[in-house]
């Protein structure tokens, strides 16, 4: 695998302030959160961002997430990968995640590639369908980058950041430009899967980035404290990483 499956580092992190000013609402039976650049922001037209999240789902941090992709002039869309089952932040005690990935929370529920890929699609049709979009660039943070790599060519730019389980197949197999944001302390991602990555983007000779940011930990775009200078400045520069690549390669 070029990153390894999900663990307890996935749920754990801190709450951040803001209110969220986008529209909660359903893609068939799935929820969902759309972000729309405000106005005086001028939108990229035929353009959006969707963003695949973490096992956390659609919450806080995501949403506000969401809403700056937005301010940066991009239709943002998340959508609930976890059919209503996502995790809790800093849960207590032991935790089975391969239960819950394979089975979900109530048994019949599994977040595995069969029932996750479906959601993907879904959104991807709301995109091109309801809102005329043409060109789709995705975020996929931990739990949600494997399916960023497994939707090419639907999505066309990828940013990955802290990737989990994302299977070396599946990395090779995304054919558009691709940008990565990896911690410096990352179970999930350590340094061997982040350098096999970067031979495998570089056999496949399209546009690539990987940048590591120091003193982080998995999750530290999403759920970081931002309390801390330094892992303050590497939330924000990550986000401005996956900005910049967004409007250099989707535009």
Same mark, same amino acid.
């Given at each position: 695998?070029?990153?390894?499956?999900?663990?307890?580092?996935?749920?754990?992190?801190?709450?951040?302030?803001?209110e969220p000013?986008?529209?909660?609402?359903?893609?068939?039976?799935?929820?969902?959160?759309?972000a729309t650049?405000?106005?005086?922001?001028?939108?990229?037209?035929?353009?959006?961002?969707?963003?695949?999240?973490?096992?956390?789902?659609?919450?806080?941090?995501?949403?506000?997430?969401?809403?700056?992709? !937005?301010?940066?002039?991009?239709?943002?869309? =998340?959508?609930?990968?976890?059919?209503?089952?996502?995790?809790?932040?800093?849960?207590?005690?032991?935790?089975?995640?391969?239960?819950?990935?394979?089975?979900?929370?109530?048994?019949?529920?599994? /977040?595995?590639?069969?029932?996750?890929?479906? =959601?993907?699609?879904?959104?991807?049709?709301?995109?091109?369908?309801?809102?005329?979009?043409?060109?789709?660039?995705?975020?996929?943070?931990?739990?949600?980058?494997?399916?960023?790599?497994? /939707?090419?060519?639907?999505?066309?730019?990828?940013?990955? !950041? /802290?990737?989990?389980?994302?299977?070396?197949?599946?990395?090779?197999?995304?054919?558009?430009?691709?940008?990565?944001?990896?911690?410096?302390?990352?179970?999930?991602?350590?340094?061997?899967? +982040?350098? +096999?990555?970067?031979?495998?983007?570089?056999?496949?000779?399209?546009?690539?980035?990987?940048?590591?940011?120091?003193?982080?930990?998995?999750?530290?775009?999403?759920?970081?404290?931002?309390?801390?200078?330094?892992?303050?400045?590497?939330?924000?520069?990550?986000?401005?990483?996956?900005?910049t690549w967004?409007? /250099?390669?989707?535009?």
């Amino acid at each position: 695998m070029a990153s390894n499956p999900p663990a307890k580092c996935c749920t754990v992190g801190v709450k951040h302030d803001g209110e969220p000013t986008g529209t909660t609402f359903k893609i068939g039976q799935y929820e969902a959160y759309l972000a729309t650049p405000p106005a005086g922001v001028a939108q990229a037209q035929d353009t959006a961002i969707l963003y695949l999240p973490d096992v956390i789902g659609i919450w806080q941090n995501s949403k506000l997430m969401a809403d700056q992709f !937005a301010a940066n002039g991009y239709l943002t869309l =998340i959508i609930d990968l976890f059919n209503g089952d996502a995790l809790s932040l800093n849960r207590s005690g032991d935790f089975d995640f391969m239960s819950w990935l394979t089975k979900g929370s109530t048994g019949d529920n599994p /977040h595995t590639t069969e029932a996750v890929d479906p =959601i993907v699609v879904e959104a991807i049709k709301y995109l091109k369908q309801e809102k005329g979009v043409k060109k789709i660039g995705s975020v996929g943070y931990c739990f949600g980058a494997k399916y960023v790599a497994r /939707h090419y060519p639907d999505i066309t730019v990828g940013y990955f !950041a /802290h990737p989990s389980f994302v299977d070396e197949e599946e990395l090779a197999g995304f054919k558009g430009p691709l940008s990565i944001a990896a911690a410096e302390t990352d179970e999930i991602f350590p340094a061997e899967k +982040r350098h +096999r990555s970067e031979e495998i983007l570089k056999e496949g000779g399209r546009p690539y980035q990987i940048n590591l940011y120091s003193q982080t930990e998995h999750g530290f775009t999403v759920r970081c404290d931002v309390s801390k200078k330094e892992q303050k400045f590497a939330k924000e520069q990550a986000f401005l990483q996956a900005v910049t690549w967004f409007n /250099h390669w989707l535009l």
